[in-house]
């Protein structure tokens, strides 16, 4: 038999007092089984399309937000969610990763909100994964179609309200009622290899809307939808768009601006290396006539830009008025100035390639043009239409257009 000597005993008495107090702990303070990965589904989410899902994310974001590094995971699947707001701030960086697909309502207003997914207030945040955002729009975008006085606008899909260092990378967003993005009061958010899709007819389905908000960086998108695939509104500041696809769509668009008082500038603004195929637009900047705001649009970089079948590649259209709701007496007295348009290359639908359409009251100044080569579709050359500028320089008599008409 055998026998358990006395030091032998002292050890393995040690050890079980250590392994209970160990598992004591576990049980009390939960310290084992802490996570930072929060599963949606382990909260409550259900993957079938059709059961409201929210309090399920906003537990498994709560959870994820009370931590540096936390985790958002959502598995495979689809999740219906009626509305979320991820609301920070949140303990350090968080991580929301999407696997599956999230879809909204068919309710064309969703009670009146302006989004249908926030984060609000974050720090630190990275949207990523290979999931998808679906607005389900279809039924929303008769809603306001060709309406003047249109109440109870569609909402957005994805509001990025009042977030600092964000990342969004992979995901998809499709049919959204209204903007697939707002970036709004933001600092510091990149967009990154993200896909945004809507059919051509769907109104007022902006691709990403950047409002008020600065160091905004695009990057490597596709983005084909009924509406600007990029638009940038007042505030935006040091915005940089680069290897991004647009098409079919109606370009990248600074503005419109003038419309509401006391608009804040527009400056620090680079596109380049863009690809616009069949778009009504290329590169465009708009203000009403008349304004109600006297802002500055300054510093604009639009280069190494690809143009195919573009009804108007280059235009500055300072009487804007969609829908002909407009006062057409009056004049825009939004200031434009320093944008320069370098190696724009491509076709035009159009033989009016560039249109500048200047106020009268404030004239634009230092426009400048370099390296354009755009002819028409048959391979003829086009013509560049300017009134109401001040120092436009073409640089380079070779190029097409070379001169204002």
């Given at each position: 038999?055998?026998?358990?000597?006395?030091?032998?005993?002292?050890?393995?008495?040690?050890?079980?007092?250590?392994?209970?107090?160990?598992?004591?702990?576990?049980?009390?303070?939960?310290?084992?089984a802490?996570?930072?990965?929060?599963?949606?589904?382990?909260?409550?989410?259900?993957?079938?399309?059709?059961?409201d899902?929210?309090?399920?994310f906003?537990?498994?974001?709560?959870?994820?937000?009370?931590?540096d590094?936390?985790?958002?995971?959502?598995?495979?699947?689809?999740?219906?969610?009626?509305?979320?707001d991820?609301?920070?701030?949140?303990?350090?960086?968080t991580?929301?990763?999407?696997d599956?697909?999230?879809?909204?309502s068919?309710?064309?207003?969703?009670?009146?909100?302006d989004?249908?997914?926030?984060?609000?207030?974050?720090?630190?945040?990275?949207?990523?994964g290979?999931?998808?955002?679906d607005?389900?729009g279809?039924?929303?975008?008769s809603?306001?179609?060709?309406?003047?006085?249109?109440?109870?606008?569609?909402?957005?899909?994805?509001?990025?309200?009042?977030?600092?260092?964000?990342?969004?990378?992979g995901?998809?967003?499709?049919?959204?009622?209204?903007?697939?993005?707002h970036?709004?009061?933001?600092?510091?958010?990149?967009?990154?290899?993200?896909?945004?899709?809507?059919?051509?007819?769907?109104?007022?389905?902006?691709?990403?809307?950047?409002?008020?908000?600065?160091?905004?960086?695009?990057?490597?998108?596709?983005?084909?939808?009924?509406?600007?695939?990029?638009?940038m509104?007042?505030?935006?500041?040091?915005?940089n768009?680069?290897?991004?696809?647009?098409?079919?769509?109606?370009?990248?668009?600074?503005?419109?601006?003038?419309?509401?008082?006391?608009?804040?500038d527009?400056?620090?603004?680079?596109?380049?290396?863009?690809?616009?195929?069949g778009?009504?637009n290329g590169?465009?900047?708009?203000?009403?006539a008349?304004?109600?705001?006297?802002?500055r649009?300054?510093?604009?970089?639009?280069?190494?830009?690809?143009?195919?079948?573009?009804?108007?590649?280059i235009?500055?259209?300072?009487?804007?008025?969609?829908?002909?709701?407009?006062n057409?007496k009056?004049?825009?007295?939004?200031?434009?100035?320093g944008?320069?348009?370098?190696?724009?290359k491509?076709?035009?639908?159009?033989e009016?390639?560039?249109?500048?359409?200047c106020?009268?009251?404030?004239?634009?100044?230092?426009?400048?043009?370099s390296?354009?080569d755009?002819?028409?579709?048959?391979g003829?050359?086009?013509?560049?239409?300017?009134?109401?500028?001040?120092?436009?320089?073409?640089?380079?008599?070779?190029?097409v257009?070379?001169?204002?008409?």
């Amino acid at each position: 038999m055998y026998h358990m000597d006395s030091n032998n005993c002292v050890v393995y008495s040690l050890m079980f007092l250590i392994l209970i107090t160990f598992l004591c702990i576990c049980k009390v303070d939960d310290v084992c089984a802490q996570t930072n990965n929060f599963i949606v589904t382990d909260f409550g989410a259900i993957p079938d399309g059709k059961t409201d899902s929210k309090q399920g994310f906003l537990e498994a974001w709560k959870r994820a937000c009370e931590i540096d590094g936390g985790v958002v995971s959502v598995p495979f699947g689809t999740f219906f969610i009626s509305t979320a707001d991820f609301k920070g701030p949140c303990n350090g960086q968080t991580l929301f990763h999407v696997d599956g697909t999230l879809i909204a309502s068919d309710d064309s207003t969703l009670g009146n909100q302006d989004y249908w997914i926030t984060f609000y207030k974050v720090d630190l945040l990275t949207l990523s994964g290979n999931g998808a955002f679906d607005g389900n729009g279809a039924s929303s975008w008769s809603h306001c179609k060709g309406h003047k006085k249109c109440r109870n606008m569609p909402p957005t899909t994805l509001k990025i309200n009042y977030v600092k260092n964000a990342r969004i990378q992979g995901i998809k967003l499709i049919n959204s009622k209204m903007f697939h993005v707002h970036i709004h009061e933001s600092d510091n958010v990149v967009v990154k290899q993200v896909n945004i899709l809507a059919p051509e007819d769907s109104p007022n389905t902006d691709g990403i809307h950047i409002g008020n908000s600065n160091g905004v960086r695009i990057m490597d998108s596709y983005i084909a939808t009924g509406d600007d695939c990029v638009s940038m509104g007042e505030g935006s500041t040091n915005v940089n768009i680069t290897g991004t696809w647009c098409g079919p769509g109606h370009g990248i668009s600074i503005g419109s601006l003038g419309k509401y008082e006391e608009e804040e500038d527009v400056f620090g603004i680079t596109v380049r290396n863009c690809t616009f195929n069949g778009t009504d637009n290329g590169l465009r900047i708009k203000t009403w006539a008349p304004s109600s705001s006297s802002t500055r649009v300054s510093d604009v970089t639009f280069s190494d830009i690809i143009v195919n079948e573009v009804k108007n590649p280059i235009i500055i259209d300072q009487y804007y008025c969609p829908h002909g709701s407009c006062n057409s007496k009056g004049e825009s007295t939004v200031e434009i100035k320093g944008v320069k348009f370098f190696d724009i290359k491509g076709s035009s639908t159009t033989e009016a390639a560039v249109n500048i359409k200047c106020s009268k009251s404030k004239p634009c100044q230092d426009i400048e043009f370099s390296g354009l080569d755009l002819t028409l579709t048959n391979g003829q050359p086009t013509i560049a239409s300017c009134s109401h500028t001040k120092g436009e320089t073409f640089h380079g008599s070779d190029q097409v257009p070379s001169h204002c008409s």
